[in-house]
């Protein structure tokens, strides 16, 4: 389960991928070779591991490795060369010409003899033998392998040894044998094992035996080639423990399995066009995408193009451009899980997709399963189907046609190809037809479990939320593209219209955009309950009850009045006026019988500013607040606050930067009641001016950007100008200098600016009628 899941992710989340996303596993883990004299305990087992998923080596009829006998000279020619993947085409039946007596005509080592010869890595005995079927001794298998790697030439030691490995370590090796200076070099490279040197430790001497002389075994010569490939692919001076070699991805899928995936002439199976037939019919979650939309296609390709002009992505869209199939061309995929209980051990998972260009998903599959399952793989063709298999592994994967499927069981793998044929599997009710980008589905009961999962898991506010799902019935989701950008929704059936949450939500829509100003917007929020926003600010030691509590006592009015004046709607606005000080509004759009608690909460707001201003005293150069803030009515009723920018005292550059900025928008604090229902708090200079004539509502961008979604004022509506945000800290930035510590540095805004120049807004959407819940996303790229 565990190697499908992993497999799982990276298709699902392929965009991400580089072509180095990962190392494989290191040498000294576990095996699953399946030599019957090889297992976990077995010295240099990863190493006999990767020879055999490569198809390197083969083993005995018996099934064994001979992980202990040596191995011959012929034997270990053969094994390098097909580790370097060294293509032979020599004639064993005439090419012996040049050889050695004792090398026969028509013998099969005859080719690896030869080519070892020829490239002066062998010379052979003085009587002109080979010895083809001698051990190979250490110093004879430490010389070839060197050379061979390094195209017959003796390497320069590393200019760091690897820990303590020398031959000078060695009681055992002399300085003028002929093989000192390559056993010298594989030591201190690491790329030689020494497993058998760990029990022939001399006290005496407080030296170590090497064994030059001796044979090496099958299990050395694997790791021994295991870790000079490793070294050469990672182009390292020294083998290190994290290093795999490049996986020959040919050999470790198909595994000697004839390539033949078409359909024969005449089979009889009547192919359906719809993946979700694959899937299970009770499926409790399905994840999917359908890139074969022509409309989809065309709006993907175009959003492309926009964001690969923005210089972040100039070296994402690189990277992406290896996976231009899965970008550009039609295909459809889909994931379904199926799960007996919250508590199935086993769920039948069942992976399927259709790729009009099948032959180059067939390699972009067998790349990843190569990178990220370094395990062998069993292959056969049957009926115009190909099998790939890995029981150990729940690997079972098939082709045929254009389809791909995945499982974790052979039994779903073979009831998925029945399904395909018999178009029985999961099906999509209405509400999720075709031309999506990409859909997912959570069946009901799941929502239950996700429910009791979380539970107690989250604050108060979040707790809230979490218990309304144990009213919702089954979840679809789906995300659109149009030529500017991307809409997601989701939408779910409501099974209790009595439940508290959702009546609060059913039927109010606060529509408090057209009483917010407009101008430059760069946030805005609304929702139809402020309790929810002080509930989530709840700790275990101060509670929503006890902050009611606190309210009530300072208004001198009953808790119960604050949490009725809570639950009101209300929403918030950020504007960007060209200071650095943004225009800020609030609105709470209460009920009549809240009036007395408003009138109290305004008195209690008056009371504190008119004391906080008699207070202060001197702010720098004998300055009283009190002679630069200004208290009038204005002809709403609001009282309005303002402060007399130009005789703020400055005491530094920044402040003085600051000064000017203020002065150009000024600085205007306004509270009140408007139209007899509506608190406002409003740090917003002129506001009276931009109120009424100039709301959100009427703001070009924000009406583009909300004819995108259906139903937005069925209960809660934000909305982010991402690009004018950006741009208003960037100017915040050139005020507050760079020495500045609250701040970004310049470079790391520049990255930013290039991170989210991309985007040009986000708004979202939520409404809730007595029969679903649709929420709605649309994110904008910028141009």
């Not at 509590?549 to 950020?574: G, Q």
Request: glycine fraction near 6%; include cysteine.
């Amino acid at each position: 389960m565990k190697k499908l899941v992993i497999l799982i992710a990276s298709v699902f989340v392929t965009s991400t991928l580089t072509a180095n996303a990962s190392l494989l596993l290191p040498a000294t883990l576990g095996t699953s070779s399946n030599f019957t004299d090889v297992n976990d305990y077995t010295s240099y087992a990863s190493s006999i591991e990767w020879m055999k998923n490569n198809d390197i080596v083969s083993g005995y009829a018996d099934g064994s490795f001979g992980a202990d006998q040596c191995v011959n000279r012929v034997e270990f020619l053969k094994i390098m060369y097909k580790v370097q993947d060294f293509e032979t085409s020599i004639d064993t039946s005439t090419s012996t010409s040049g050889l050695f007596k004792d090398t026969p005509v028509g013998a099969w080592y005859i080719p690896y003899v030869k080519i070892a010869k020829d490239q002066g890595i062998v010379k052979g005995y003085p009587d002109n033998t080979f010895r083809p079927s001698q051990c190979i001794s250490r110093a004879e298998a430490a010389k070839i392998a060197t050379l061979s790697f390094n195209n017959n030439v003796m390497p320069q030691n590393p200019t760091t040894d690897y820990y303590w490995n020398s031959a000078n370590n060695y009681g055992d090796i002399s300085k003028n044998s002929w093989y000192y200076s390559y056993l010298d070099y594989t030591l201190k490279s690491n790329t030689i094992g020494t497993e058998h040197t760990w029990s022939t430790y001399d006290y005496n001497t407080s030296l170590t035996k090497f064994q030059p002389n001796d044979p090496m075994t099958r299990k050395e010569a694997a790791e021994l080639f295991f870790r000079f490939k490793a070294m050469s692919d990672n182009q390292s001076e020294t083998y290190e423990y994290a290093y795999e070699p490049k996986i020959k991805e040919e050999k470790l899928f198909y595994n000697n399995c004839a390539n033949d995936l078409s359909l024969p002439e005449g089979l009889d199976i009547t192919i359906k066009a719809d993946i979700l037939s694959a899937l299970p019919e009770d499926s409790s979650v399905v994840i999917g995408a359908d890139h074969s939309n022509d409309t989809q296609l065309k709006n993907i390709d175009k959003i492309l193009s926009t964001i690969t002009k923005q210089d972040f992505w100039k070296e994402a869209s690189a990277e992406l451009a290896q996976y231009d199939m899965l970008i550009e061309d039609d295909w459809e995929a889909a994931l379904g899980i199926s799960m007996d209980g919250p508590n199935d051990p086993n769920p039948e998972i069942v992976i399927v997709g259709k790729f009009e260009k099948d032959n180059d998903f067939e390699s972009f599959i067998k790349d990843l399963v190569a990178k990220e399952m370094n395990y062998s793989l069993t292959c056969k063709n049957s009926g115009g189907i190909t099998y790939w298999t890995s029981s150990e592994e729940e690997f079972y994967f098939a082709k045929f046609d254009k389809f791909f499927i995945v499982t974790n069981t052979d039994q779903d793998r073979k009831q998925a190809i029945e399904r395909i044929e018999n178009n029985k599997g999961f099906s999509f009710s209405n509400n999720l037809n075709k031309d999506k980008l990409a859909y997912i589905y959570i069946d009901k009961d799941l929502i239950g479990l996700i429910q009791d999962e979380l539970q107690n898991e989250m604050n108060p506010v979040l707790n809230q939320f979490v218990s309304v799902l144990g009213s919702i019935g089954d979840v679809y989701g789906y995300i659109k593209s149009d030529s500017d950008g991307f809409l997601s929704s989701i939408e779910t059936t409501v099974k209790n219209s009595n439940d508290p949450f959702i009546k609060k939500y059913i039927g109010i829509s606060p529509s408090l955009v057209d009483e917010v100003p407009g101008k430059n917007t760069l946030l805005y929020a609304e929702d139809v309950d402020l309790s929810l926003a002080f509930q989530a600010m709840s700790t275990e030691y101060s509670t929503y009850d006890n902050i009611l509590a606190e309210i009530a006592n300072e208004l001198e009015v009953n808790s119960s009045s604050v949490d009725e004046l809570l639950s009101s709607p209300y929403a918030f606005s950020i504007a960007d006026n060209g200071s650095f000080l943004p225009s800020m509004s609030f609105y709470l759009q209460f009920e009549s019988g809240d009036r007395a608690t408003v009138d109290k909460a305004i008195e209690m707001l008056d009371k504190a500013i008119d004391e906080g201003i008699a207070n202060e005293g001197s702010i720098g150069n004998d300055v009283q607040l009190s002679d630069i803030v200004t208290k009038t009515t204005t002809n709403s009723g609001l009282t309005k606050l303002t402060l007399d920018v130009n005789n703020l005292p400055t005491t530094s550059n920044e402040e003085v930067k600051m000064k000017n900025s203020l002065k150009e928008s000024g600085v205007e604090l306004y509270y009140g009641i408007l139209n007899d229902n509506t608190l406002v708090i409003a740090l917003y200079p002129n506001f009276e001016e931009y109120y009424g004539s100039s709301s959100l509502s009427q703001d070009s961008t924000f009406i583009q950007a909300v004819k995108k979604l259906d139903g937005v004022y069925g209960g809660k509506l934000s909305y982010f100008n991402i690009t004018n945000l950006t741009e208003y800290l960037s100017n915040i930035m050139s005020l507050l200098g760079d020495d500045s510590y609250i701040m970004p540095s310049e470079d790391e805004m520049d990255t930013i600016k290039d991170i989210v120049g991309m985007f040009k807004y986000f708004i979202s959407s939520m409404e809730i009628s007595s029969s679903k819940v649709m929420v709605n996303s649309y994110l904008r790229i910028g141009k």
